[in-house]
């Protein structure tokens, strides 16, 4: 007679040890699942132009420990497959985004507007267009995203710069229209920032 007992005993103990390799496999998973899970958490808020704060993924639906959220995000560096995701430190938080969707200068500007660091993120963006391409910042830009600036907020933080003195390379040029432009006298002077601002608004319209 067959003893079904120890049949039934050998199957569940051959049950029970399959159980515990797929449950081991899962848990080895886990760290992956939650890097990737991270990046396209990034890689959708980059995409509706949204910069993502290190600290949301602290709350639902992540809910990560903030030890656990510092692994990931090394290990997002350390992947090639997530080599797009970025990261900027803020006065006091960490900010990700992903080059697929988002420009880093354009994620920096989105911090200086985060943080509300209005003096910096305007005097900033006047001496980086000034340098790089060189030309004039119409003024008009701040009323855009990410500034998103009235003409009212913009001109009582532009009066408050003009009085700093870490700003003080920060000029004006109007054109013959009266459309204000700033540059940055570091990187280019009074003349060439007031025919480029004249070329933009007017002669440009009358010599396409």
Known sequence: MIDNSVEDRNNEEEFESDFISE???????????????????????????????AEDFLDEPMSLEVENLLEIIEELKAREEFSDICTINGKEKMYLYSEQYMTGKYAKMMVLVEENDLFKTISETVREESRIYPRPTDVRLFGKSPFKLSKEEFAEVYEQLKKNEEYKDIQETRASNNALYLYSDKFMRKAHAASLAEWIEVESEQNP
Not at 23 to 50: H, T, W
């Open 23 to 53: 449950e081991n496999d899962a848990f080895e998973d886990a760290p992956d699942d939650k890097v990737a899970e991270l990046a396209i958490l990034i890689r959708d808020k980059s995409y509706e132009g949204i910069l993502a704060n």
